[in-house]
């Protein structure tokens, strides 16, 4: 077995392996082990336990009361600021809402839940099944949008691990009941017609298509399918009356979550794809079975067997990829596990004939990985705390988690990544990294091996080979950094 086959897998299905460390014996059983298990996540030190360093309240949200109350929180800081405007200078106004809400509920917010996503993928031990979460993070996809919703997209996000290890049905329910998703897609606005709250003017809302769309277009059947707008529609009003509860005036002792509201939920009974869903005894048992049924339609394991290995394989991948990705869905009724471990034997078996020219944030991932750096460990405490931010990095690379500027995710495809100005971006931050890692001491056995022309098993693609041997180049490791790590071998995998 050639290790540098094995070197390209483990930079396909993950991110790499260190210089200093044994590539596996077994790759494929290396790959599969780790989508069989959920690993923690937070913000990881090297040697994979939590930063020490950080303020105490600067902690993930877990319980959906905290999550809640923490987007409460972010709506009334909002609506205190209006008032502020008011009576503050402009000057006094931006110092303002840069205390009192930038910087609690979007930058530090953001800031603590990439940080948990990158130090997790390079330090949590199971960076396969990050890979896999960033796909079904980017297929489901929640961002920064128009209600204040910052702090519901990293509980989103994360909300998505432990079903990872269960069925597609229970995910795909789950994003779309999901605060965070009812939210992005405004569907907490989304009121029947003929709902009680519609007759009686309790409210001015109404109709609401941007969920009900997602749902066939992006999340389970794709145009392809050949759906109507009548079935848009359809799925429209079957979740009309799905909201969001946070504790506000409206709360009421209710749950704080994802909540059905029987007075905006419109009555009788819907179709979507020729069904007909009605549920008189449960109205929210619709929803349920139009999940089931989009869940385990022929259609949704196309779709998702074929972005799978467009993700993972090539921007064309070969259809017998695609077919052994789709009766891993099917035969198992959509046990992701399953699925998950059908790409990575894909990967494998078509390792030789397929590339991917890997995203911004992938590639970031295995520049760290291969030269054993950490991530900046700057905190933006405040807009003006000096130094480097991963985020800012990701930014510049463009692709600026968490805000992604379109409800279908980030491109997957090699060709949207590729231009001259991308590639620019690369290599620039190529070089913040080299700047970085000279000064802590980050990195620099790796950049030693890499002057040396003896980085293990990842041998750079021949005009970097030729780059490298140059004497300014061998004397100045930092035009040797980026020499290696903008080769060709490592911008594709």
Request: charged share 25%; proline share 7%.
């Amino acid at each position: 077995m050639q290790s540098s086959l094995v070197s390209k897998f483990t930079r396909r299905v993950a991110f790499g392996v260190q210089g200093d460390q044994p590539l596996p014996a077994d790759p494929v059983a290396w790959a599969s082990a780790q989508v069989a298990a959920l690993p923690p996540i937070d913000v990881l030190e090297p040697n994979g336990e939590r930063r020490q360093d950080l303020p105490e309240d600067m902690r993930l949200l877990w319980s959906m009361d905290d999550v809640m109350h923490a987007f409460e929180q972010h709506q009334r800081a909002e609506r205190l600021s209006f008032e502020k405007a008011k009576e503050l200078s402009a000057k006094d106004y931006e110092d303002y809402r840069e205390r009192m809400v930038s910087t609690p509920f979007s930058r530090l917010e953001h800031w603590k839940e990439v940080q948990a996503r990158e130090t997790t993928a390079l330090f949590g031990g199971a960076p396969v099944f990050e890979r896999f979460w960033h796909f079904w993070s980017n297929h489901f996809m929640v961002a920064p949008g128009n209600q204040n919703n910052d702090t519901l997209v990293g509980p989103f996000q994360r909300s998505l691990r432990p079903l990872m290890l269960g069925k597609f049905r229970d995910m795909l329910f789950n994003a779309v009941t999901h605060p965070g998703m009812l939210v992005y897609l405004d569907n907490n606005r989304n009121t029947g017609p003929n709902s009680r709250a519609a007759r009686e003017r309790w409210t001015k809302d109404s109709i609401n298509e941007n969920l009900g769309r997602e749902l066939l277009e992006l999340f389970t059947l794709s145009p392809s399918a050949g759906y109507s707008q009548k079935d848009v529609e359809g799925a429209t009003l079957i979740l009309t009356g799905w909201r969001d509860m946070k504790p506000d005036k409206r709360h009421k002792g209710q749950k704080l979550g994802t909540y059905f509201d029987f007075d905006r939920h419109e009555p009788g009974s819907q179709e979507v794809l020729g069904k007909k869903y009605s549920a008189f005894f449960k109205p929210s048992g619709k929803l349920e079975d139009l999940v089931t049924d989009l869940a385990n339609h022929p259609a949704t394991a196309e779709h998702l067997a074929t972005k799978l290995c467009v993700y993972f394989l090539d921007d064309a991948p070969p259809a017998a990829a695609i077919a052994s990705v789709k009766e891993a869905f099917i035969n198992s009724q959509g046990d992701l596990p399953t699925v998950h471990r059908a790409v990575i034997q894909a990967c494998w078996t078509h390792l030789e004939h397929t590339r991917k020219f890997v995203s911004p944030e992938t590639w970031f991932l295995q520049v760290l990985t291969l030269t054993g750096t950490e991530p900046p460990r700057p905190v933006p405490i405040t807009k003006s705390t000096p130094g480097i931010k991963t985020t800012n990095l990701l930014g510049d690379l463009g692709q600026g988690l968490p805000r992604c500027p379109q409800p279908n995710g980030w491109p997957i495809r090699s060709t949207d990544w590729i231009s001259k100005e991308m590639l620019d971006r690369r290599l620039r931050v190529l070089g913040v990294l080299a700047d970085m890692s000279r000064r802590t001491g980050m990195g620099q056995q790796a950049l030693r091996r890499i002057v040396a022309g003896c980085q293990r098993d990842v041998p750079p693609h021949e005009t970097a080979a030729q780059l490298l041997l140059k004497p300014e180049v061998q004397a100045d490791m930092r035009l040797a950094w980026i020499a290696y790590l903008a080769s060709p071998t490592l911008l594709w995998s």
